[in-house]
């Protein structure tokens, strides 16, 4: 799989911009450019120190392209291990492709995507769970997915694998030493020492597969449904998340047909927040679509904002209507269906959101509270979506339903599908050796699931690997990355 030819891309967002760079990996980089590249004093690219900037000029024959500031690097001290030069020219989408295409015509090939840092793994620049966390950096917009993936990029999570993956090698020396003396019957592995170390392998396995569940929805944001029958003001609460006029709103119920969603960060933490279409019978197909929808958002969200328009139930200046405290069912028909999603979906926080209190009392909020307050396993925010009321106390709520004591603990968080299934592949394999142990399992069979658990160990920081994993993580990255 591996070649070193020169390969060429723009490192820069295509399109116009203050400054564009143009990068070129190869054994070829420095002789390949320096041509093209006049200065002042006549500067020999390839005479120049790794690590320096240049002036000068990129002319391609006659024409100059541009006056550009041009780094070189020197193989292997550099991002890809490999001789690189960096053309930071001005950010003309035409200037950037005239480069590029003058590169191509001498012998420089297109990068494909993610081949600066393939590279940079297969020349031992990177492990293979630092080569991802870089895609991960690239895509983290909020603080704690940003932590995690520099904790990883800078080889946090590869250094337990490896101090784990390093004891249980020295183990599996040991035992497979034994084999060689299987006539004499010796034990070179203390088993004490290594049921004291598979005991410690297991614990930490366990720990950064249960992180897992939080790192996950990290990573992704974390999906939050706001539901509820129409008009009781959804779309408002959502901009006035957002703090954007993000959806439609109107007074007129079934405004919203399709969702709409959009990421916030609370406390640093992403929130996906989900505006759905408003739940109720109906014979309007399109409207039917989306409310069909709204069943499915609620399937997905990791949090259901179920909120309740508390005006129609207790208008202001209509004593009637709270002046004998009636029945919770009769009066607050919406309470069957909060007891649907909680019987439903018992695992999901629920939050009942009791919005438009600016349209009410103090007794019917009152009234309101005792009433949901008998409702078992519901959070229950009051708020005024329109008017901002309650809004950061909703959010205080929501940050409490996200596990955040990994994140302050520093602990490793895993994020990623591929290691969190090495992960639990390599827990199996370490428990089939702590089972083997107590029960006097032969050696050569323990020496056997030792060996599976190393293989799993090393599939993340990419000891093992194969083109096909490769190519499937680098495919998802950005051209020249
Ligand atoms: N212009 C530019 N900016 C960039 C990058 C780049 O490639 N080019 N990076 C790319 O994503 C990131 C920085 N990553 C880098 C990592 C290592 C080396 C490097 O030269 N390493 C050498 C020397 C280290 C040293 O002198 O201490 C080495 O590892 O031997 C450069 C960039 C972000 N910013
Ligand atoms: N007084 C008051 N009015 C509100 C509040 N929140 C929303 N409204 C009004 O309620 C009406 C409906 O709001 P929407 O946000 O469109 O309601 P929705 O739940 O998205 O409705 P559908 O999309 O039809 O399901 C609008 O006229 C809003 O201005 C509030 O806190 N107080
Ligand atoms: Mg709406």
């Known amino acids: 799989m591996f070649n070193s030819d020169t390969i060429v891309a723009l490192a820069t967002p295509a399109g116009a911009g203050a400054i564009g760079i143009i990068r070129i990996s190869g054994e070829g980089a420095i002789s390949l450019a320096a041509p093209f590249f006049k200065s002042i004093r006549n500067k020999d690219l390839k005479k120049q120190k790794s690590h320096t900037v240049h002036f000068g000029q990129i002319v391609d024959a006659d024409t100059i392209l541009d006056e550009a500031l041009v780094s070189v690097f020197k193989g292997p001290h ?25 590169l191509l015509r001498n012998g420089c090939r297109s990068a494909h995507a993610g ?17 991802e966390a870089v895609a991960d950096l690239i895509a983290a917009d ?14 946090g999570f590869s250094n ?71 008009n009781v003001g959804k779309s408002t609460l959502l901009n006035a998340l957002l703090n954007e006029d993000r959806a439609l709103v109107s007074e007129i119920a079934g405004t919203t047909r399709d969702t709409i969603e959009d990421d916030i960060s609370i406390g640093g933490i992403g929130f ?12 309007d197909i399109v409207e039917g679509m989306g409310i069909q929808k709204t069943f499915e958002k609620i399937e997905k969200a990791q949090v259901v904002l179920y909120l309740v328009d508390s005006s129609r139930f207790f208008p202001k200046r209509n004593p009637s209507a709270f002046g004998m405290p009636p029945q919770a069912g009769e009066l607050f028909p919406q309470l069957q269906e909060i007891e649907k999603i909680r019987k439903n979906y018992p695992e999901k926080p629920l939050v009942v959101v009791v919005n438009k209190i600016d349209q009410i009392d103090r007794d019917a909020k009152a009234n309101l509270n005792s009433i949901l307050s008998k409702v078992e396993g519901i959070v229950v925010q009051m708020l005024s979506a329109k008017r901002n009321v309650g809004l950061e106390e909703l959010q205080t709520k929501l940050l409490e339903f996200v596990n955040t004591g990994a994140l302050k603990n520093n602990d490793t968080i895993i994020t990623n599908t591929r290691h969190y299934n090495s992960l639990l592949k390599a827990l199996e394999e370490v428990e089939k050796v702590q089972l083997g142990l107590t029960s006097g399992v032969p050696s050569d069979l323990l020496a056997i699931d030792i060996r599976q658990a190393l293989y799993h160990f090393g599939e993340i920081t990419g000891e093992i690997t194969s083109d096909d994993l490769l190519g499937n993580i680098f495919a998802n990255f950005c051209i020249g990355k």
């Open 78 to 102: 550099s991002y890809t291990g490999e001789d690189v030069v960096e053309i930071s020219c001005h950010g003309s989408p035409y200037i950037q492709q005239q480069i590029i295409q003058l």
């Open 115 to 131: 081949e600066f840092t393939l590279r940079a793994f297969l020349n031992g620049k990177l492990d293979l769970s630092q080569a």
């Open 142 to 155: 909020n603080e704690a997915s940003h932590q995690i993936a520099m904790q990883q990029m800078r080889g």
């Open 160 to 230: 337990e694998i490896k101090k784990l993956r390093d004891e249980l090698l020295d183990f599996a020396s040991l035992i497979e030493l034994e084999l060689d003396f299987a006539e004499e019957d010796v034990e070179f592995a203390d088993r004490t020492q290594f049921t004291d170390l598979l005991n410690r392998i297991s614990t930490v396995l366990k720990r950064l597969i249960d992180s897992f569940a939080v790192g996950n929805v990290i990573k992704n944001g974390i999906p939050v449904a706001i539901v509820g029958e129409p």
């Open 272 to 283: 996906r927040f989900i505006d759905t279409a408003g739940i109720r019978e109906t014979k």
